[in-house]
C-alpha cells in the first residue's frame, strides 16, 4: 500500500468535461477521501489583465506553471500547501487557501501535463477530447449560465483561443494514460447529452483491465454497443474501448464485472450493486439524467486511481 497521496491528471481544453468526470470519481473514491485541485487558480493574470496583455488563459506564460510544479511535488510527498485561488464568478484572484492532501488528490485544468516536472508527479494520467463542436456547445451554456459571459463573448473567445489550443493544449493527449471522448452518434448530431457514446484510449503506459474477456463473451463485434480494438494514437499503438449511450444494462454489467473481478472495492458503485448514482448528467431543461458510457469511465478511472495505492512508488 502507497503511504503518500496517490494523484490522478485530469487535463483537457475548457469545457472539456473534466469537472463533470472529476465528481463521479470522487465519489467513487469517496469525497472524504479527495482533495480536487483546479490549476485555474495558478492563472498568473486575472481576466482584464489578461484582455489587456492579449494572451489568453491557455498560453503557458499566462500560468506559473513553476509554482504548479512545486505544489504538485509537495502535495505528492503528504506535505501541505498555500495554493492562490482564481475565481471565474469575478474574473480576479481572491485569497489563497491552505490545502493539506487527502489520500488522493485529483488535479484538473488546462497544462497538467505540459512540462516534464509536472507529468511526473501523476500516478494516472488522463485527458479529455471532446470533438470541437460538442466542446463549443459545452463553453458556450457553461460560460453563459456560470460565468457572465454572452454567447458571442464565448465564440470569440474560442477562436481567438484557437492557436493556443492548437500549439498547447491539444498535444498534450499523448502523455495521457486515458484518453477520453465522448462523443454523439453521427447520425444524431443534435442529439442532447444524455445520448452521447464514449472512446476510451487505453495507452500500455498502465496496465489496463482485462477487457479481452468481453470479446470473449461474443458482443464485442462491430455492430455491438460495447467494442473492443486495436489503434494508433499519435502514432503509437492503443486499444480502444467504446461503449454507446444505447449500451444494455446486461453489457454494462459484463464491463462492470470485468473491473470488480481485479479491484472489489468498486463493487458498491456499480450499476450491478445497485448504485444508480455514477454517470449524473444535467439534460438539456436541467433535468438529471444517468449515462452509462460516463458511468463506466468513472469507475474505469477509478479503478486506476485504487490501483495506483497498491503500487509502492518511493
Ligand atoms: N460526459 C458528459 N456528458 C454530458 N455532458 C457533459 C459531459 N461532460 C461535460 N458535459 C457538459 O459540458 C459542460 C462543461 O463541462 P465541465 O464543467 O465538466 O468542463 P471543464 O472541463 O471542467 O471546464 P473548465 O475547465 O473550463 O472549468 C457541463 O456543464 C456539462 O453540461
Ligand atoms: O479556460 C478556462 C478554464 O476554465 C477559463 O476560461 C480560464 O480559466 C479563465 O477563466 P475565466 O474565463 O472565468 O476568466
Do not use: F
Given at each position: 500500500m502507497s503511504n503518500r497521496p496517490i494523484i490522478l491528471g485530469i487535463v483537457g481544453d475548457s469545457a472539456a468535461g473534466k469537472t463533470t468526470l472529476t465528481r463521479g470519481i470522487a465519489q467513487v473514491l469517496g469525497d472524504e477521501n479527495v482533495t480536487v485541485i483546479c490549476t485555474d487558480d495558478y492563472h498568473r493574470y486575472d481576466r482584464t489583465q489578461r484582455a489587456e496583455l492579449g494572451?489568453?488563459?491557455?498560453?503557458?506564460?499566462?500560468?506559473?506553471l513553476d509554482i504548479m510544479q512545486q505544489h504538485l511535488s509537495l502535495l505528492r510527498t503528504g506535505q501541505p500547501i498555500l495554493k492562490p485561488v482564481y475565481s471565474h464568478k469575478t474574473g480576479t484572484f481572491e485569497p489563497p487557501q491552505y490545502i493539506k492532501p487527502s489520500k488522493f488528490v485529483i488535479v484538473e485544468g488546462l497544462l497538467g501535463y505540459f512540462t516534464r516536472g509536472c507529468r511526473d508527479s501523476f500516478d494516472v494520467k488522463v485527458y479529455l477530447a471532446p470533438p470541437e463542436s460538442l466542446r463549443a456547445k459545452w463553453k458556450i451554456k457553461r460560460d453563459t449560465m456560470k460565468?457572465?459571459?454572452s454567447p458571442e463573448q464565448v465564440l470569440a473567445e474560442l477562436e481567438k483561443r484557437e492557436p493556443d489550443s492548437e500549439s498547447f493544449?491539444?498535444?498534450?493527449?499523448?502523455?495521457?494514460d486515458v484518453v477520453v471522448s465522448f462523443y454523439p452518434p453521427s447520425d444524431e448530431i443534435e442529439e442532447d447529452n444524455s445520448h452521447l457514446n464514449v472512446r476510451l484510449v487505453l495507452r500500455p503506459t498502465i496496465p489496463h483491465p482485462d477487457f479481452i474477456k468481453i470479446l470473449e463473451l461474443s458482443d464485442?463485434?462491430?455492430?455491438?454497443?460495447v467494442r473492443l480494438g486495436l489503434d494508433r494514437d499519435m502514432g503509437k499503438p492503443v486499444d480502444v474501448l467504446e461503449i454507446d449511450s444505447h449500451a444494455t444494462a446486461e453489457q454494462v454489467s459484463k464491463l462492470e464485472k470485468v473491473l470488480c473481478q481485479e479491484m472489489p472495492d468498486l463493487f458498491p458503485h456499480c450499476s450491478l450493486g445497485?448504485?444508480?448514482?455514477?454517470g449524473k448528467i444535467t439534460g438539456t431543461t436541467d433535468e438529471i439524467l444517468q449515462s452509462y458510457p460516463l458511468a463506466l469511465t468513472q469507475l474505469l478511472i477509478s479503478f486506476h486511481t485504487l490501483k495506483a495505492t497498491h503500487v509502492h512508488h518511493f
Open positions: 494572451i489568453t488563459a491557455l498560453h503557458p506564460d499566462c500560468n506559473y460565468r457572465s459571459y493544449i491539444r498535444p498534450q493527449r499523448k502523455w495521457a464485442g463485434g462491430t455492430e455491438s454497443a445497485g448504485n444508480l448514482e455514477l
